[in-house]
């Protein structure tokens, strides 16, 4: 079955730590794309990548970091200089970045950060 | 800049009653697309629907129904016949094409999302 996959479910870390959410994807999509959800709101940009070794920042790219050395993979690292990292992580992709294609979400990825 | 607003933070409903989810959205431009998204308790967001500024047609699949209006710069959900296994959130979606930087890099922008419980 195609589809993205996140891993893991459930991270935990503690404060200082830089730690690597795992993004895959075997939809054949060229864009792909994270963002953060906070309780009782809506998603926001992190990075997207419309392609292979390119990637460009999404709204709130300060603290994070991501890479896209294959088209199925898009890992996102959370550096300690995020001021709150704890969140909802999910990660999308879409067959092309233009706006005619809608993207398709990752199950995410809950990280606890204390 | 755009902007979606989904006014209605939660709605609880009884089973079989029908439900309308608004959503308004702000944009410069006269090409853009429009989204609706559900994500269930488990978190992954499903894909729903995708309308194209130009086709102001209504959208029926199903118990679901999508009405978009220009004019009020709206495109509402309606879930008829609700079931309990319609709970979960609901988000409405813009992309546009940025002004700057010569991409054709849609830019999706996200409402806060409505809670929607159906109870049995």
């Known amino acids: 079955d195609g589809g993205i996959t996140q891993s893991p479910k459930y991270l935990f870390r503690k404060e200082g730590q830089n730690v690597t959410l795992s993004c895959e994807q075997n939809?054949?999509?060229?864009?792909m794309y994270w963002y953060r959800q906070d309780p009782g709101q809506g998603l926001r940009l992190i990075y997207y990548s419309q392609i292979v070794n390119d990637f460009q920042k999404g709204d709130i790219a300060e603290g994070y970091s991501v890479s896209r050395e294959k088209k199925e993979s898009f890992p996102l690292t959370v550096t300690s200089a995020q001021k709150n990292p704890t969140a909802f992580y999910l990660c999308?992709?879409?067959?092309?970045?233009?706006?005619?294609?809608?993207?398709?979400f990752g199950p995410g990825t809950r990280l606890t950060v204390t | 800049a755009q902007k979606v607003t989904q006014a209605q933070t939660e709605i609880s409903v009884v089973e079989k009653e029908d439900v309308t989810l608004d959503c308004v959205y702000e944009?410069?431009?006269?090409?853009?697309?429009l989204f609706w998204y559900k994500q269930p308790p488990s978190g992954e967001l499903v894909f729903l629907i995708r309308r194209n500024s130009f086709d102001e047609q209504n959208e029926i699949s199903g118990r679901y129904s999508w009405n978009f209006q220009k004019s009020t710069s709206s495109f509402n959900f309606t879930i008829t016949a609700s079931q309990v296994v319609d709970s979960a959130v609901y988000f409405c979606?813009?992309?546009?094409?940025?002004?700057?930087?010569?991409?054709?890099?849609?830019?999706?922008?996200f409402g806060q999302g409505t809670i929607l419980t159906v109870h049995p």
């Open positions: 979606a813009l992309s546009e094409a940025p002004y700057a930087g010569g991409t054709s890099y849609g830019k999706l922008t």
């Open positions: 939809l054949n999509h060229d864009a």
């Open positions: 999308a992709s879409s067959i092309a970045p233009q706006i005619t294609y809608e993207q398709y």
């Open positions: 944009t410069r431009d006269t090409t853009y697309y």
